[in-house]
């Protein structure tokens, strides 16, 4: 398979906790955005690479989460000190290069936050 | 504020019928405006996008139609089946603000047998 990929699935964690979410996009794909959607409504922005500089960040994204892509492939979005208010599924999408023409974002199957 | 406005929030329509779902925008910047599908645990995938160059596009039994002077657009299911049964998303975007999509907020669809 060859879509997104996105590790854990499935997250339970206490408050107060850190956690990472782990984003594997097209191999090809050097653009690459992470969402948040909470039940019942649709994805949120929170920010996006452009190979491995974070170009623009949402004001949904406090202090207490980061993002990284490091070697411009993979990316991690970690949360700390998580609150009750951060369960959610957290979609990571990636894109091919502007050059492309495409605007088209292929979402990964999103790891679901649960904070107890 | 909501940049993109969807309604119905929820659709039931019978096996063969017409779905229709719309959307509404107010930033003329928009430039790229497409439709997901999403069923429970999934990600998004995309089904049709359009520009606003274009006032219509179809693929297969799913048509956009795009109004600009009004900043509407919407999403036509032709023969709607039961597998058709989902939440659909429209967005927008503009491609040189790095095309982060804004999503409106979801319309559930139940197609009845």
């Known amino acids: 398979d060859t879509g997104v990929s996105q590790d854990p699935r499935h997250k339970i964690t206490k408050r107060g906790q850190n956690v990472t979410f782990r984003c594997d996009p097209i191999?090809?794909?050097?653009?690459l955005y992470w969402y948040r959607q909470t039940l019942g409504q649709g994805p949120e922005f929170l920010t996006y690479?452009?190979?491995?500089?974070?170009?623009?960040k949402s004001r949904l994204l406090s202090d207490r989460f980061s993002a990284e892509r490091p070697k411009g492939s993979f990316s991690t979005l970690e949360i700390q000190r998580t609150e009750q208010g951060d369960s959610a599924m957290y979609l990571c999408?990636?894109?091919?290069?502007?050059?492309?023409?495409?605007?088209?974002?292929?979402f990964g199957p999103g790891t679901r936050l649960t904070v107890l | 504020q909501q940049q993109v406005k969807q309604s119905p929030q929820s659709l039931i329509v019978q096996k063969g019928g017409i779905s229709i779902i719309n959307c509404a925008y107010e930033n003329t910047a928009f430039d790229y405006f497409p439709w997901y599908q999403q069923f429970p645990g999934k990600g998004p995938a995309l089904l049709i996008a359009?520009?606003?160059?274009?006032s219509e596009k179809k693929e297969g039994r799913f048509t956009i139609s795009f109004n600009k002077s009004a900043k509407q657009f919407s999403l036509h299911i032709m023969d709607s089946q039961p597998g058709d049964s989902a939440t659909y998303f429209c967005a927008a975007s503009i491609r040189y603000n790095f095309n982060k999509f804004y999503f409106g907020s979801g319309t559930k669809l139940n197609v009845k047998p």
């Open positions: 359009i520009r606003p160059d274009v």
């Open positions: 690479f452009q190979n491995e500089a974070q170009l623009e």
């Open positions: 999408a990636s894109s091919p290069p502007v050059a492309s023409g495409s605007d088209e974002q292929f």
């Open positions: 191999s090809e794909h050097n653009r």
